[in-house]
């Protein structure tokens, strides 16, 4: 069994006498043959829980197992886990076929004709199978990504850890391969716990997503639902591309009143909000209605930019009572522009609210 589980781990730094929490309390299952990626903004302990995993860090508190077994407390070497960093780490003065069986010739008992077959099968798997007698520095840097794979899938391991493995490609060849991952994570069905800043790569690659922020887990759930039933407004905010828009409204008898426009709640909404007085309004710029002639929650608002993204257009648009601006995405085909006075409709069951602690109330 490769089911990966952390149990209330924190990690503590000492910065010079003061307490650095990296990771705070966290707490999750990884499947056996899950694909779990952790996302979060620079600095948010997604490394540190990565390496604590390897081994590479010590855990301060709390329990790292694979399976039922205990991890946290053996050397990294013992732990059955290979990673694959963003450098790649290869040795430089050995060709494509030393790397992949260095690891190899250190860790096991493997007969050396049996070490080549693996090293030659694999190296064909990735289609690095011409490449073997170069060294690192005469590959592209897709191909040295492909040999950094190669080397850990090799050591047949019960976890892949990867660490923005992806992040030196452009972004083209990136695509390209995080298909290609994914492809060869399901065939190789090996438990994988992928690190990235990138929330877009989160999305099209996890089975589940795991979001950080400042040390501490705010949701591990499907892409899907992280995107429609996030747990708080910092997830809400974090996923999806443009961001959710949010407004800060007071709640007033079952209509909530911001500053730039109002908004009248209906049975499940306002029975969510209850009697609290604050709330925050979320919608994605893909849910906002623009030009339309619904009869409620309809806004008149002016364009204030429009930026082409390719087969669609994010138009940002301003309230004429206030500064506050907001985004809406449309096909591209749509004519709109600067300065054109257009309706913008929030429709109820597209919308989002958070309480004053941030935590999602309604979905
Ligand atoms: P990035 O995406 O920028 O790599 P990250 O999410 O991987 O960031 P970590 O590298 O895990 O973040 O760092 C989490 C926090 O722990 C940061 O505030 C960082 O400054 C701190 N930290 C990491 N390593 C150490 C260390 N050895 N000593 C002190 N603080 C550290």
New binding site residues.
């Given amino acids: 069994m490769a089911e990966l589980t952390l149990d209330n781990v924190s990690k503590f730094?000492?910065?010079g006498g003061s307490k650095?929490v990296?990771?705070d309390d966290a707490s999750m299952e990884i499947q056996d043959g899950e694909f779990l990626v952790l996302v979060?903004?620079?600095?948010?302990?997604?490394?540190?829980?990565l390496?604590m995993i390897a081994g590479l860090e010590s855990v301060s508190e709390g329990e790292i197992r694979l399976g039922d077994e205990r991890m946290d407390n053996r050397p990294p070497r013992d732990r059955n886990i290979a990673m694959v960093f963003q450098s790649y780490a290869l040795y430089p003065h050995m060709t494509v076929r030393g790397n992949m069986r260095f690891g190899l010739e250190e860790s096991t008992e493997m007969a050396d004709g049996e070490i080549d077959r693996v090293v030659t099968e694999t190296a064909e798997m990735l289609d690095i199978g011409e490449l073997l007698d170069r060294k690192p520095g005469e590959l592209s840097g897709g191909q040295q990504q492909r040999v950094a794979l190669g080397r850990a899938i090799v050591r047949d391991p019960a976890v892949f850890l990867m660490d923005?493995p992806l992040s030196n490609l452009d972004a083209k060849l990136r695509s390209q391969m995080r298909t290609e991952l994914q492809r060869l994570q399901e065939e190789l069905g090996v438990t994988t716990v992928y690190?990235t800043?990138d929330q877009t790569e989160a999305m099209t690659m996890g089975d589940r997503i795991a979001i950080?922020d400042d040390?501490e887990l705010q949701q591990v759930a499907t892409p899907l639902e992280a995107y429609h039933e996030p747990a708080n407004q910092f997830v809400a905010g974090f996923i999806g591309e443009p961001s959710m828009n949010f407004f800060e409204m007071e709640v007033d008898d079952g209509t909530l009143v911001g500053d730039a426009f109002s908004y009248e709640l209906s049975g499940e909404t306002k029975a969510a909000v209850g009697d609290q007085s604050h709330v925050t309004l979320g919608i994605r710029p893909e849910d906002i209605e623009l030009g339309g002639s619904a009869a409620t929650h309809t806004y008149e608002t002016t364009v204030d930019v429009v930026e082409p993204m390719g087969n669609e257009n994010a138009v940002y648009l301003g309230f004429e009572s206030t500064d506050s601006t907001f985004v809406a995405t449309t096909g591209g085909m749509r004519r709109i522009s600067s300065g054109q006075r257009i309706s913008a409709h929030f429709p109820e069951d597209a919308i989002h609210l958070f309480d004053s602690a941030g935590e999602a109330i309604h979905n």
Wanted: proline fraction near 5%; aromatic fraction near 4%.
């Fill in positions: 730094f000492d910065d650095v990296a990771v979060g903004p620079s600095g948010c302990g997604k490394s540190t829980t390496r923005e690190v800043h950080l040390g």
